[in-house]
């Protein structure tokens, strides 16, 4: 079992910045590839923001966040890290981390833990 707790979402003016984390407990955080989602309201389906190997040495982006937001981990803290630069409105949804015992994925529903998400709103 892996327990998964985001925190550093909050209010931002578009164009500011936020920082995401996410810390694990449970088993060994670093057999464990990562994810970041999003849910913005009214009814959308989660969709993949950003996704990182296991060693750190791979990673991948939505290309509506590519160049903005840069996604890390540090094992040695079991921390994965979501930076968010030039945040537009759009931006503006519930932030989730998600762990995948086995690949890499984009897919919501492929992935084995969920942590409870952080609220993360862009003003104009």
């Known amino acids: 079992q892996v327990q998964l707790v985001e925190s550093g979402g909050g209010l931002v003016q578009a164009g500011g910045s936020l920082r995401l984390s996410c810390v694990a407990s449970?088993?060994?955080?670093?057999?464990?590839?990562m994810g970041w989602f999003r849910q913005a309201p009214a009814g959308k389906e989660r969709e993949f923001v950003a996704a990182i190997s296991r060693s750190g040495g791979n990673t991948y982006y939505a290309d509506s966040v590519k160049g903005r937001f840069t996604i890390s981990r540090d094992n040695a803290k079991n921390t994965v890290y979501l930076q968010m630069n030039s945040l537009k409105p759009e931006d503006s949804a519930v932030y989730y981390c998600a762990a995948n015992a086995l690949v890499i994925t984009t897919t919501p529903s492929r992935n084995d833990y969920w942590g409870q998400g952080t609220q993360v709103t862009v003003s104009s």
């Open positions: 449970g088993r060994t955080f670093s057999s464990y590839a």
